[in-house]
T-cell receptor, first 112, second 112 residues
Framework: EPEVTQTPSHQVTQMGQEVILRCVPISNHLYFYWYRQILGQKVEFLVSFYNNEISEKSEIFDDQFSVERPDGSNFTLKIRSTKLEDSAMYFC??????????FGPGTRLTVL | QQQVKQSPQSLIVQKGGISIINCAYENTAFDYFPWYQQFPGKGPALLIAIRPDVSEKKEGRFTISFNKSAKQFSLHIMDSQPGDSATYFCAAKETSGSRLTFGEGTQLTVNP
């Protein structure tokens, strides 16, 4: 069964550093998403991406965040200058239509 | 108005019992209501979903009940098993949007 994959599984970085989280969505999917989950809290939407542009973003997704689909298979989330409060699990998801979203296993980001 | 309220926060049931988790929403533009199951260290996995044009949907031991007038929906897990022990999230999405708005989650423990 096709699945969303994410790398790395765990990323440790220093405050102020840039990080790039990578995702390979399910191959025939058209919509791509990033969500985050702070430890013990609910899953929060960050951004959705369709047809090579952002289709929707939340108030969390400010100027320090960016997304890119650099080739036909990868989807990335860049955080330019990490803050302590960026520490969370980041989930990539993909879907063929916007309803049935499949999530990857997540990248745990720890900002020191 | 974007929130989805979920209860209870935690639930303990005996093997073979019925687990019931409830969610409520205010936004009448929501028209897609999925439930996700999450095991520790894993991404949310889509379990079952419903649209407001039906009042109930059943898949195996999992049933969603939907009350459009009350703006409430619930997940029923029949014959609960220890392997069902996980965190369950309800979510909702607007017709015109792509973001899933998640509830706070319910940690289910099924005792043998």
């Amino acid at each position: 069964e096709p699945e969303v994959t994410q790398t790395p599984s765990h990323q440790v970085t220093q405050m102020g550093q840039e990080v790039i989280l990578r995702c390979v969505p399910i191959s025939n999917h058209l919509y791509f998403y990033w969500y985050r989950q702070i430890l013990g809290q609910k899953v929060e939407f960050l951004v959705s991406f369709y047809n090579n542009e952002i289709s929707e973003k939340s108030e969390i997704f400010d100027d320090q965040f960016s997304v890119e689909r650099p080739d036909g298979s990868n989807f990335t989330l860049k955080i330019r200058s990490t803050k302590l409060e960026d520490s969370a699990m980041y989930f990539c998801a993909s879907s063929f239509v916007t309803d049935t979203q499949y999530f990857g296993p997540g990248t745990r980001l720890t900002v020191l | 108005q974007q929130q989805v309220k979920q209860s209870p926060q935690s639930l303990i049931v005996q093997k073979g019992g019925i687990s019931i988790i409830n969610c409520a929403y205010e936004n009448t533009a929501f028209d897609y209501f999925p439930w996700y199951q999450q095991f520790p260290g894993k991404g949310p996995a889509l379990l079952i979903a419903i649209r407001p044009d039906v009042s109930e949907k059943k898949e195996g031991r999992f049933t969603i009940s939907f009350n459009k007038s009350a703006k409430q929906f619930s997940l029923h897990i029949m014959d609960s098993q220890p392997g069902d022990s996980a965190t369950y999230f309800c979510a909702a999405k607007e017709t015109s949007g792509s973001r899933l708005t998640f509830g706070e989650g319910t940690q289910l423990t099924v005792n043998p």
